[in-house]
């Protein structure tokens, strides 16, 4: 079964630009899947979908300062000029036919 | 636009039940996938079930096969999860979610989610 991992934590200034990593597991390196972002006691909200190619769609009104690509079995959400409501948990999620699969999720902090 | 309302959490003692609702609106519910997933209190998401346009497949975690029933009424934009033999662990907010079309896919909008609270 997929395994998808993702850094517990990751912090960068205001204004700067941070990479977050999803890494797939061995064999399921084909593997398309979607960005969700949580902020601090809301639901989650769908970012983009992220195939193996980099071509990635993204959900309504999801500003230009999010970007997905992809290399291999990782797949990365950009996000440049970073904001203080970027400051969330970003999960990433993958899918079957009969089974979601999400990564642990990456806790971003804005310093 | 896309609207997910769910309803129906609360407190519940180890073994009770609970039924949970979502109330879809902005888009064709009859032609969407639906899923429940849930979030433990600090803890990431979990995948509970999937059910597909008609109700005629559906899918569900180990952890809560045989406990939870799935299901929805396209007349009514509303998907359902009926939640048996509650355990501690099924403490959690739960989100109905949307796929991006018919089949599975990835999840294109969240509900705000309804918090159950399973505990003596």
């Known amino acids: 079964q997929v395994v998808l991992t993702q850094s517990p934590s990751a912090s960068a200034s205001l204004g700067a630009s941070v990479k977050l990593t999803c890494t797939l597991s061995?064999?399921?390196?084909?593997?398309?899947i979607a960005w969700h972002q949580q902020q601090p006691e809301k639901g989650p909200r769908y970012l983009m979908k992220l195939d193996s190619d980099g071509s990635h769609i993204k959900g309504d009104g999801m500003p230009d300062r999010f970007s997905g690509s992809s290399s291999g079995a990782e797949r990365y959400l950009t996000i440049s000029s970073l904001q203080s409501e970027d400051e969330a948990d970003y999960y990433c999620?993958?899918?079957?036919?009969?089974?979601?699969?999400f990564g642990g999720g990456t806790k971003l902090t804005v310093l | 636009q896309v609207q997910l309302v769910e309803s129906g959490g609360g407190s519940v003692k180890p073994g009770g039940s609970l039924r949970l609702s979502c109330a879809a609106s902005g888009f064709t519910f009859s032609d969407s996938y639906m899923s429940w997933i849930r979030q433990a209190p600090g803890k990431g998401l979990e995948w509970v079930s999937d059910i597909n346009t008609s109700g005629s497949a559906i899918y569900y975690a180990d952890s809560v096969k045989g406990r939870f029933t799935i299901s929805r009424d396209n007349a009514k934009k509303s998907l359902y999860l009926q939640m048996n033999s509650l355990r501690a662990e099924d403490t959690a907010v739960y989100y109905c979610?949307?796929?991006?079309?018919?089949?599975?896919?990835?999840?294109?909008?969240w509900g705000q989610g309804t918090l159950v609270t399973v505990s003596s």
């Open positions: 979610a949307k796929h991006c079309r018919s089949t599975s896919c990835y999840i294109d909008y």
């Open positions: 999620q993958t899918w079957g036919t009969d089974i979601h699969v």
């Open positions: 061995s064999g399921h390196s084909s593997y398309a």
